[in-house]
């Protein structure tokens, strides 16, 4: 009776870790989907914002797609920033959160002047902005590397 117990409980021990070699690779692939999938965005955003900011000067409508793309890519800044990320991702979670840190900024005071019916659309171009949403687009490679 003894050995039957001590048999379940050596097996339950051994279920309950090989568990947590699931999670933790569950958890790996979920951080390295999520990490492409927000690279993806930004490298869409970054995409159309040139054209986007562009007609939002003249534009009334454009204006609002504009303000309503900039509310997004922060919500989406947001909720990547706040991802645990896996230790073998820490130093690109990082880099992206700094990166993402000088964005959110940036959006900040677009949406400002965006509210405010002023639009520079020379100040977009040789702001800091596009400089880093290119460098969270070019992280790709490294967070598509990742292995646990």
Known sequence: ???KIMLLLVLAVGLLSGCGIVDK???SLNYVEEATNFINDTTR???QLPTLAGQAVTDPEARTTLKNELTGMKE???KFNALQAPDF???VHKQLVG???TLTK???GYLEQINNGAIDWKAIQDSQFVDKLNQVTQILDKVQ???P
């Open 89 to 91: 991702a820490k130093d």
């Open 45 to 47: 955003f970054a995409e």
């Open 76 to 78: 989406r800044i947001t």
């Open 25 to 27: 690779v569950s958890n």
């Open 106 to 108: 940036e959006v900040n």
């Open 145 to 147: 590397s990742l292995t």
């Open 99 to 101: 990166y993402n840190e």
């Open 1 to 3: 009776m003894k050995l």
